[in-house]
């Protein structure tokens, strides 16, 4: 069917990054919803719920003949979901509290097309152990400004702080856009990516991905 046309609610370059691996032709059109966690609500249908909201927020202006997508992250430590740090002593205090030990990485993404109101949506997980970094190099990686719009008050790809000790799991799903998850999605809108979605996505990453596979066939969830 030729490329088809994505609208990406979304401003994240990381997520812009990833999504042209794809192939696809798209355009951004950021989507503001409030972020707010509803009691008793968790990881899964929290990210889920967001991406949903940012996916029909985006539907109300968006031109009927373009697929919107949509996707929001959030940093799982224990029982704790953590948001972007208000300012560099809470990036800091996250940096600390995520140090030495594995915590997970929920991505939920949601896409529909424009006056068909069907709305389709995935979940990846991804268990993300950081390595024992140290305090100096906390405050150094906190004084670049870097961590402070990003959930958990990282970047898993910054090239200096490399905060994680090593990964099997999605790591698209931890820069925020988990690209096997998307393709299964789409092909429920029997769109295909125009590329060979998992080897670009390690190519562009330099990650050998051990789950691309399952995910690609519906099994894990990241």
């Not at 990381?14 to 042209?20: I, K, N, S, T, V």
């Amino acid at each position: 069917m030729g490329k088809p046309f994505l609208v990406l609610a979304s401003n994240s370059p990381r997520r812009r990054e990833l999504l042209a691996l794809s192939g696809w032709d798209f355009d951004t059109l950021p989507a503001e919803v409030d972020e707010n966690l509803r009691p008793g609500e968790t990881p899964g249908p929290y990210v889920l719920r967001l991406a949903e909201s940012k996916a029909r927020a985006c539907n109300l202006r968006s031109p009927e003949n373009r697929i919107i997508l949509a996707a929001d992250t959030a940093v799982v430590d224990g029982k704790t979901i953590l948001g972007k740090p208000g300012d560099a002593a809470e990036a800091k205090d996250m940096l600390q509290r995520l140090r030495g030990h594995t915590h997970r990485v929920f991505t939920g993404i949601a896409a529909m097309r424009p006056g068909e109101g069907n709305l389709l949506t995935d979940l990846c997980v991804s268990e993300v152990p950081m390595r024992n970094y140290t305090d100096a190099e906390i405050d150094s990686y906190v004084a670049s400004g870097d961590p402070l719009d990003k959930a958990g008050a990282y970047a898993i790809q910054h090239p200096e702080f490399r905060p994680v000790e090593r990964m099997s799991g999605c790591y698209a799903c931890v820069m925020g856009l988990p690209l096997c998850h998307l393709t299964r999605l789409m092909r429920r809108f029997d769109i295909l990516p125009l590329v060979d979605i998992s080897s670009a996505c390690q190519s562009s990453l330099n990650y050998a991905c051990q789950v691309s596979a399952a995910i690609l066939h519906g099994g894990q969830t990241g």
